[in-house]
Nanobody, 129 residues
């Protein structure tokens, strides 16, 4: 069974920074397929934040470009999201995701297209004034 365990998140003031981690366990070839971060704000649909492919190629959502950075440590089976200059609109539940079958589609927006995708339980990010 594949499990994605997220950690980090929390509450921060506008302009602050937070880090998220996502550690994958189970029968999953970490770093081989597309992985990414997604978020869902209050009253909003889930949206892609950033995806990363096996070679490190990334696609960021326009709203977070220049402020968020995704990284991955294959030796630790862990993916990270470093978030700088957080805004009110960044608040929400952040989910890490791992595609079980496909590489990243790179169609201009962060998305996963595999027939089987694993999801973390979510990490709350709160941004206050």
């Amino acid at each position: 069974q594949v499990r994605l365990l997220e950690s980090g998140g929390g509450s921060v003031q506008v302009g602050g920074s937070l880090n998220l981690s996502c550690t994958v366990s189970g029968e999953y070839t970490f770093g081989y397929y597309c992985m990414g971060w997604f978020r869902q704000g209050p009253g909003k649909e889930r949206e892609g934040v950033v995806i990363i492919d096996d070679d490190g190629t990334t696609t960021y959502a326009e709203a977070v470009k220049g402020r968020f950075t995704i990284s991955r440590d294959n030796a630790k089976n862990t993916m990270y999201l470093h978030m700088n200059n957080l805004k009110f609109e960044d608040a929400g539940m952040y989910y890490c995701a791992a595609d079980a079958t496909d590489g990243c589609p790179f169609r201009g927006v962060p998305e996963l297209t595999g027939v089987e995708i694993y999801w973390g339980q979510g990490a709350q990010v709160t941004v206050s004034s």
